[in-house]
């Protein structure tokens, strides 16, 4: 039995729909990114708006760039790009956390298993794991520009004086 040219057009129309739905049914990114397999949390609570494209990759942009803190500080960037796949954000760029007074880029963020409880966040040099638990809840967000590295200074503080040596 072959298919009318009508039928092939209405079966195409429904597909592209069902296709493209999953992209445009999530009214904000804490919802996009709980029907992903990740917590609300990831994003701080006031977000200007989000892009997610038919390749996975996802713009969310802030009104502006801040600092919050979940285990460690994290800084969000105005502008937070990564690749959005079932339990995963890979790629990430203009994410930032604090480790021993330096600023880390976080590169991924994986759940592997939900059933864990557990949350991975690549820095590049080490591997972090969190439980999910602490990013259940989108976080309030601190206004903030790009934090500076610091100085560890072994004088700062102390005041140097020149002494001399007595003669007894």
Same mark, same amino acid.
């Given at each position: 039995?072959?298919?009318?040219?009508? @039928?092939?057009?209405?079966?195409?129309?429904? =597909?592209?729909? =069902?296709?493209?739905?999953?992209?445009?049914?999530?009214?904000?990114?804490?919802?996009?990114?709980?029907?992903? /397999? =990740? *917590?609300?949390?990831?994003? +701080?609570?006031?977000?200007?708006?989000?892009?997610?494209?038919? @390749?996975? &990759?996802?713009?969310?942009?802030?009104?502006? +760039?801040?600092?919050?803190?979940?285990?460690?500080?994290?800084?969000?960037?105005?502008?937070?790009? /990564?690749?959005?796949?079932?339990?995963?954000?890979? /790629? =990430?760029?203009? &994410?930032?956390?604090?480790?021993?007074?330096?600023? &880390?880029?976080?590169?991924?963020?994986?759940?592997?298993?939900?059933?864990?409880?557990?949350?991975?966040?690549? !820095?590049?040099?080490?591997?972090?794991?969190?439980?999910?638990?602490?990013?259940? @809840? *989108?976080?309030?967000?601190?206004?903030?520009?790009?934090?500076?590295?610091?100085?560890?200074?072994?004088?700062?503080?102390?005041?140097?004086?020149?002494?001399?040596?007595? !003669?007894?």
């Amino acid at each position: 039995m072959a298919i009318s040219p009508i @039928n092939f057009i209405l079966g195409f129309q429904i =597909l592209l729909f =069902l296709t493209i739905l999953p992209f445009s049914y999530c009214e904000s990114i804490h919802e996009l990114l709980t029907s992903k /397999g =990740l *917590p609300a949390g990831l994003v +701080p609570k006031d977000v200007k708006s989000f892009n997610l494209d038919e @390749n996975g &990759l996802l713009e969310v942009y802030l009104y502006a +760039p801040c600092l919050t803190k979940f285990e460690n500080r994290v800084f969000f960037e105005s502008v937070i790009k /990564g690749n959005l796949s079932y339990g995963m954000l890979s /790629g =990430l760029e203009g &994410l930032q956390q604090e480790e021993l007074f330096i600023w &880390l880029p976080i590169k991924d963020i994986i759940v592997d298993d939900p059933s864990s409880g557990l949350i991975l966040f690549d !820095v590049g040099v080490v591997h972090k794991q969190f439980s999910f638990s602490l990013f259940e @809840n *989108p976080p309030d967000c601190k206004s903030e520009d790009k934090p500076q590295q610091r100085r560890i200074s072994y004088t700062s503080g102390v005041s140097r004086k020149k002494k001399g040596f007595d !003669v007894l």
